[in-house]
Nanobody
Framework: QVQLVESGGGLVQPGGSLRLSCAAS????????MGWYRQAPGKERELVAIIRSGLSTTYKDSVKGRFTISRDNAKNTVALQMNSLNPEDTAVYYC?????????????WGRGTQVTVSS
């Protein structure tokens, strides 16, 4: 089992910044990828950004140039720096990890942290 604990959500004005962090713990051999998804009310959960063990990244088009994902492989942590936030970024943000245990890759989710962008 892998536990993911998120921190850093909150309320911010349009144009502001927030930094989300997530730490993974538990039994696993390695973590192949970590990232962030979000889900706004009435919408499906969507990928925001993901970073692989080799540090390659993928971003949702609408956050490119505003959000930056980073990872510390030694500490099994991932962070999402969010700048120039706008109301459309309001959602619950979920940490995500693909970890290997018993030669099988499993997907894990955090409980989510609320990000609200409003004046």
């Amino acid at each position: 089992q892998v536990q993911l604990v998120e921190s850093g959500g909150g309320l911010v004005q349009p144009g502001g910044s927030l930094r989300l962090s997530c730490a993974a713990s538990g039994r696993f051999v390695s973590i192949n990828a970590m990232g962030w998804y979000r889900q706004a009310p009435g919408k499906e959960r969507e990928l925001v950004a993901i970073i692989r063990s080799g540090l390659s990244t993928t971003y949702k088009d609408s956050v490119k140039g505003r959000f930056t994902i980073s990872r510390d492989n030694a500490k099994n942590t991932v962070a999402l720096q969010m700048n120039s936030l706008n109301p459309e970024d309001t959602a619950v943000y979920y940490c995500y990890a693909r970890a290997v245990l018993n030669d099988i890759e499993w997907a894990y989710w955090g409980r989510g942290t609320q990000v609200t962008v409003s004046s």
